[in-house]
């Protein structure tokens, strides 16, 4: 098990990582004695996740519990209106430490709810998904959408600890381990500087590098939120593959077809190395590799012509922007962010219709 520090909040990440929980809601239920502690469940895989908490800490017995349902599309402040009401009706105050167990959308609500009631409330993190431990546990980033916005709705605000535990991974369905595969693979792109697509296949094929670039993942993550907490800098890289990305998955789920955030991310970056290939120089033979990588492991994304008005939308909407210039992040090379460079929605627009003219497939 490893231990990284993100500021003032602990992630533990390993396995046998869910076995210091225990000890660390002591240490906080003795710094303040008279403060409970509650757990916020993902609804829907309860009856999965929820044993193996308490096995790992008995003491979580006692506590209350609340179930949420955190599915994409449940992921607006209306769901958290009945939990709010009930936390209020059972006097939950300041001191209360909520405890999120469950996949990225939970951490982002969990996170949200806490920050929210009572002007905020402490709270751990527990992922249980890969896309969660990857990425949505750590950094302090919580969020709900808005409408069709995504995650417009939100807070800068860390949780205390974040387990990231591999036991979770056992039963977790092959589509959600391809999702986080994703937020993995983004972390390799942006930060390594000696990236080869041969290396990055790993992740898809061979167990034991997956756990090793998992960890490469929360590493870097940390190393970037520590010097860039608000995202005026260095943390936009990370955005790497979500301006397409989030826009994809929105048309997605407008159309009953929801997509993971990963695979959305996966072809999010696909098109923004296009686009840096026109913008900043990134060679069309490395975009050619990836384009082929992400081809093999997650398809294509098919849209039309007419869902091009549609996905412009969405980007203009991305709160990363300003004004209407869009500001995907952009690679000259592996490992080398270009994040402040506006593009027109009309060059976006062409990379979108360039991708369909090759009927949704990348490689040229
Ligand atoms: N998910 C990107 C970030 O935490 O900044």
């Given at each position: 098990?490893?231990?990284?520090k993100?500021?003032d ?25 008279d ?6 469940c993902?609804?829907a ?9 308490l096995?790992?800490?008995?003491s979580?017995?006692r ?8 599915t ?9 209106l ?17 405890i ?5 959308v939970l951490?982002?609500m ?5 920050s ?21 546990s ?6 709900v ?5 995504k ?9 205390r ?12 369905p ?16 942006i ?13 898809f094929?061979?167990?034991?590098y ?11 993550k940390?190393?970037i ?7 005026e800098n260095i943390?936009?890289?990370?955005n ?26 996966a ?11 026109r ?30 008005p549609?996905l ?5 909407n991305d ?5 209407r210039?869009?500001?995907p992040v ?11 460079k506006?593009?027109?929605?009309l ?9 369909t ?8």
């Amino acid at each position: 098990m490893k231990t990284i520090k993100d500021q003032d909040c602990t992630i533990y990440a390993g396995e046998g990582s869910l076995s210091q929980l225990q000890g660390e809601v002591a240490r906080y239920l003795a710094a303040e004695p008279d403060a409970t502690c509650v757990v916020l469940c993902e609804q829907a895989a309860a009856k999965k996740i929820f044993p193996v908490l308490l096995r790992a800490c008995p003491s979580l017995r006692r506590c209350k519990r609340y179930f949420l349902p955190a599915t994409e599309a449940q992921k607006h402040i209306e769901t958290l209106l009945p939990l709010w009401k009930q936390w209020a009706d059972d006097k939950l105050d300041r001191k209360t430490l909520v405890i999120n167990l469950g996949g990225g959308v939970l951490c982002d609500m969990g996170g949200f709810a806490a920050s929210l009631f009572k002007r905020g409330l402490p709270f751990i993190n527990i992922p249980t998904t890969l896309l969660a431990m990857a990425d949505a546990s750590a950094g302090g980033k919580t969020a709900v959408d808005l409408g069709e916005i995504k995650n417009i709705l939100g807070s800068f605000n860390r949780p205390r600890a974040v387990f990231v535990d591999p036991v979770f991974l056992k039963t977790l369905p092959a589509r959600e381990m391809l999702s986080g595969m994703a937020e993995i693979l983004k972390m390799q792109c942006i930060c390594r500087t000696d990236f080869s697509v041969q290396r990055a296949e790993k992740i898809f094929t061979d167990p034991e590098y997956l756990n090793e670039a998992l960890l490469f993942a929360i590493k870097n993550k940390a190393l970037i939120t520590q010097q860039d907490f608000k995202e005026e800098n260095i943390r936009k890289t990370l955005n790497f593959g979500h301006t397409f990305g989030h826009a994809f998955e929105a048309l997605a789920l407008r159309k009953k077809h929801p997509i993971s955030h990963g695979e959305a991310v996966a072809h999010g970056m696909v098109c923004e190395l296009y686009l840096s290939c026109r913008k900043c120089g990134f060679t069309r033979a490395r975009f050619e590799s990836f384009a082929r990588l992400i081809n093999a492991r997650y398809g294509s994304f098919t849209y039309t012509e007419k869902d091009i008005p549609a996905l412009l939308n969405y980007m203009v909407n991305d709160k990363k922007n300003k004004g209407r210039k869009i500001y995907p992040v952009l690679l000259s090379d592996w490992g080398k962010c270009v994040f402040d460079k506006a593009v027109f929605p009309l060059v976006i627009e062409k990379t979108l219709h360039d991708n369909t003219k090759k009927n949704g497939r990348y490689n040229a």
